[in-house]
Nanobody, 116 residues
């Protein structure tokens, strides 16, 4: 059974940093592209970042380029999202995602709140 468990969210001041983690199980993690999405109150879920199986390809939404960094540790079955220079508009629930043919898998999400 595929499981994705996010952690690392919290309350941070504008300009601060957080590192999110997503621990994966139930599938061969090292063979799948992994993504982070986020959903702010009243808004649709949006793509944030993605990483290829070996980490050679990194994809980012324009709104986070230069501030967020996605990475993965295939030995630990974990994908990370380092978030720097956080802004109030980054406030959202952040979700880990993996598409395994015929099924889209999501974690439960972790809340990130950027506020002074």
């Amino acid at each position: 059974q595929v499981q994705l468990v996010e952690s690392g969210g919290g309350l941070v001041q504008p300009g601060g940093s957080l590192r999110l983690s997503c621990a994966a199980s139930g599938f061969i993690f090292s063979t799948y592209y992994m993504r982070w999405y986020r959903q702010a109150p009243g808004k649709e879920r949006e793509f944030v970042a993605g990483i290829s199986v070996a980490g050679a390809r990194l994809d980012y939404a324009d709104s986070v380029k230069g501030r967020f960094t996605i990475s993965r540790d295939n030995a630990k079955n974990t994908v990370y999202l380092q978030m720097n220079s956080l802004k109030p508009e980054d406030t959202a629930v952040y979700y880990c995602n993996c598409y395994i043919p015929l099924s889209d898998h999501w974690g439960q999400g972790t809340q990130v709140t950027v506020s002074s």
